[in-house]
């Protein structure tokens, strides 16, 4: 029973995530990445890290996607408009990559019969449930792992004010 609410809190985490990107409305985008964000709150309590849980919900759908509405509010951003395929190149290496990283993901799953090989090792419960150890696992073991994650955010940050560039007409 706990493998099958974990399996749709996923998938609705992964609809709603994917429906953020596609998204043409701001404020719809967002709404989206709130659902998604309760989603992966859901599996990591199922994964019996209720501490991740909250700081999910607290810090991200609450704080951070306040500041993302407010902002949205702020500056009236409209509904994009469909102008046509101006950029091809984009496209075609964008689902390129999507393709390719979808290959590797397969791959990975394949060659490890579907186990997670990058984590040393299972955490407990307590390590899980305890902020301090949680924090000493994180900056000891799993230091690589936590730099990687905020060398993605930080590219997302950077894609984030690229797009958001306004373009002299």
Request: glycine share 8%; hydrophobic share 65%; no cysteine.
């Amino acid at each position: 029973m706990e493998r099958l609410v974990f399996d749709v809190a996923a998938l609705v985490a992964i609809v709603f995530a994917g429906l953020m990107v596609i998204g043409r409305d701001p404020v719809k985008s967002v709404l989206a990445l709130v659902v998604s964000f309760f989603a992966l709150a859901a599996g990591y309590v199922l994964l019996l890290a209720p501490f991740i849980a909250a700081l999910q919900v607290i810090v991200y759908a609450g704080a951070i996607l306040v500041l993302f509405l407010f902002v949205l509010m702020l500056l009236n951003v409209g509904r994009e408009r469909p102008d046509g395929m101006r950029r091809p190149i984009q496209m075609v290496l964008g689902s390129l990559a999507v393709l390719l990283f979808a290959g590797l993901l397969l791959g990975m799953f394949r060659a490890t019969s579907g186990k997670i090989p990058f984590l040393a090792r299972p955490l407990s419960e307590g390590e899980l449930a305890d902020p301090a150890a949680l924090a000493r696992l994180l900056f000891s073991e799993y230091l690589l792992h936590f730099e990687a994650v905020s060398v993605l955010l930080l590219a997302a940050l950077i894609g984030a004010f690229v797009l958001a560039r306004r373009e002299d007409a």
